[in-house]
């Protein structure tokens, strides 16, 4: 258990709606992340978060968008939702910037748009 | 970018040794990680290497040398629980940390 935790665990909904994803990080990490990964793709970085600011940003969309509130959870909020948009979205944490520390990933959670 | 490569799959066999390679084009990053990830899994940390050289952990290890843009992973004493996808991944400045595609091994017995 990494000590992250993402609600919830599958979301099956149509196209065109919107859809809210959370995560808690490990006690004691300040940076999350969230990752997004299909079958093709691999693992795609769509957003950082430390202690509260956005610190880097990945390939993520303008339909999609982020932030971490000030007990440091996250959440991920997709909108317009295509059937492309089916996927593992998984959060990660660390304890830092992530410069040299790891990441601890979530269970993720598993998107099906219909 | 970064453009991570990775072997898209590798077969071994149990108890047997198998490295897999990870090269990559960047002009420079902080340090190069190791992840495995089974199948609907989260991905979790293998190992790392800041510095050129080989990090031994148990029966995995991981090499770095940034002069040729290389690193590789080394399992030993291969398990079929080892069967999995091997992600490589790098961390420059100013974003996250980016995977490669990851590689699949097959362990068989």
């Known amino acids: 258990d990494s000590g992250v935790t993402q609600t919830p665990k599958h979301l099956i909904t149509a196209t065109g709606q919107r859809v809210t994803l959370r995560c808690s990080p490990r006690?004691?990490?300040?940076?999350v992340y969230w990752y997004q990964q299909s079958l093709d793709q691999g693992l795609q970085f769509l957003i950082q978060y430390y202690n509260g600011e956005e610190r880097a940003k990945g390939n993520i969309l303008e339909r999609f968008s982020a932030q971490q509130f000030p007990d440091l959870h996250s959440e991920l909020n997709l909108s317009s939702l295509e059937l492309g948009d089916s996927a593992l979205y998984f959060c990660?944490?660390?304890?830092?910037?992530?410069?040299?520390?790891?990441?601890?990933f979530g269970n993720g959670t598993r998107l099906t748009v219909t | 970018g970064q453009n991570i490569d990775q072997p898209t799959e590798m077969t071994a066999t149990e108890g047997a040794i198998v490295q897999i390679n990870c090269t990559y084009q960047t002009s420079g990053f902080n340090g190069l990680f190791w992840y495995q990830q089974h199948a609907g899994e989260a991905p979790t940390f293998l190992s790392y290497?800041?510095?050129?050289g080989l990090e031994e952990k148990g029966r995995f290890s991981s090499f770095l040398s940034r002069s040729k843009g290389y690193s590789y992973l080394l399992l030993k004493e291969l398990q079929m629980k080892d069967s999995a996808s091997y992600l490589c991944a790098l961390n420059q400045a100013g974003t996250a940390l980016i995977f490669g595609k990851g590689t699949t091994l097959s362990v068989s017995s």
């Open positions: 006690s004691g990490d300040l940076s």
């Open positions: 990660a944490s660390s304890v830092d910037q992530g410069k040299n520390s790891p990441l601890h």
């Open positions: 290497n800041v510095l050129d």
